[in-house]
């Protein structure tokens, strides 16, 4: 009890000390910028939603507050092109897990390799708070996504039945040990 306790707390404090550096990567002759999301950033994320998802937005306002807000650590990185979001991603980590709680690229940018880096980064930025796992949950019918993360070395682990409220969906867990 008292070890995990420890680790709890260190998850915690790192959580203050840890800053993304922006980055500017080169794909395809065009530059992007890799930054760490904030609240001003949330409306570009809904509207982001609404061109990958047929104008829906899975997650709300709320739950992009939430999460920028979590006392876990966790990164949300997003990647602008001409000053727009173009993609984003989160990570949570709890104990010695980072969840991927969130990925999605605009339609226009999909296929180019972000969201590989993306996950890249969220591997990095688990791996420096010492996880041994990465985690996400995909919906079974998404086998594009599937693809990519078995690519990237995420094995299935188990089913969530209904996992999804909307549409009862199941999820695949997935995980991948670092
Ligand atoms: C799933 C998703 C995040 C992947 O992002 P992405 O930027 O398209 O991913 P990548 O470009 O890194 O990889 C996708 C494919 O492009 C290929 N690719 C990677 N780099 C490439 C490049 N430079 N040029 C062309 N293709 C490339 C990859 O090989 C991969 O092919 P694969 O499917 O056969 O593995 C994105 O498609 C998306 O937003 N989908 C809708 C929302 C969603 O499903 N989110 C996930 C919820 S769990």
């Known amino acids: 009890m ?3 306790f420890n680790i709890f707390q260190l998850a915690i404090f790192k959580n203050f000390r840890k800053h993304y550096q922006p980055k500017v990567v080169k794909i395809q002759e065009r530059t ?5 999301l904030d609240i001003g950033d949330i409306k ?5 939603q609404r061109k990958v998802y047929q104008g829906e937005t899975p997650w709300m306002r709320s739950a992009f507050l939430a999460e ?38 605009s339609p226009d940018f999909q296929g180019m390799g972000i969201g ?9 930025f688990a791996h420096s708070l010492d996880c041994a796992t990465m985690s996400l949950e995909v919906r079974r019918s998404n086998q594009d996504a599937q693809r990519l993360y078995r690519r990237l070395g995420y094995v299935s682990r188990k089913v969530l039945p209904n996992y999804y409220d909307e549409d009862q969906e199941d999820a695949i867990d997935m995980v991948k040990y670092l």
């Not at 570009?44 to 982001?48: C, K, M, N, R």
């Open 2 to 4: 008292w070890k995990k």
């Open 32 to 36: 992007f910028t890799i930054r760490q």
């Open 44 to 48: 570009s994320l809904l509207d982001l």
């Open 68 to 105: 920028l807000y979590s006392r876990y650590s966790h990164l949300y990185l997003g990647v602008l092109f001409e000053e727009q979001v173009i993609a984003f991603m989160g990570v949570r980590v709890f104990l010695t897990d980072g969840h991927i709680t969130n990925i999605a690229v």
């Open 116 to 124: 590989s880096l993306l996950l890249e980064e969220s591997e990095k």
